[in-house]
């Protein structure tokens, strides 16, 4: 519907009607656990494939996955690291820029 006009409102509103109740309805199936679209599984890494994801060595992640620092998954003897976990564990190491800190510092002076 480019050329929204007058004479066409009744035939737009009706198709945003139809619109809003098919997402409805998807929302519906999706709360429900009915959807028929597939659940999309977490990617998970190796240890080889997280090393090469993450530039680290085979060995830094043992001994990070030892430690407790890094997010891992152990099962039968084998390490699996969840990619988006390992994302989330990237940023959380992110530094501040010296604009965000200026920030920071001025909210808490108020």
């Known amino acids: 519907m480019n050329?929204?006009?007058f004479d066409n409102l009744p035939n737009a509103v009706e198709k945003l009607g139809e619109d809003v109740a098919e997402i409805k309805q998807l929302i519906l199936q999706i709360q429900s656990g009915n959807s028929?679209?597939?659940i999309q599984q977490?990617?998970?890494f190796n240890i080889k494939q997280a090393s090469e994801f993450l530039g680290f060595s085979v060995s830094?992640?043992?001994?990070?996955s030892q430690n407790a620092q890094i997010p891992v998954l152990k099962q039968s003897n084998r390490?699996?690291?969840p990619r988006g976990e390992l994302?989330?564990?990237l940023k959380l190491g992110r530094k501040k820029t010296?604009?965000?800190t200026?920030?920071?510092a001025n909210n808490y002076r108020k």
């Open 98 to 100: 010296l604009r965000e």
């Open 42 to 44: 977490e990617e998970l």
């Open 3 to 5: 050329n929204l006009s």
């Open 87 to 89: 994302l989330e564990w």
């Open 60 to 64: 830094t992640l043992y001994r990070y």
């Open 79 to 81: 390490l699996y690291f």
């Open 102 to 104: 200026a920030i920071e």
């Open 36 to 38: 028929t679209q597939p």
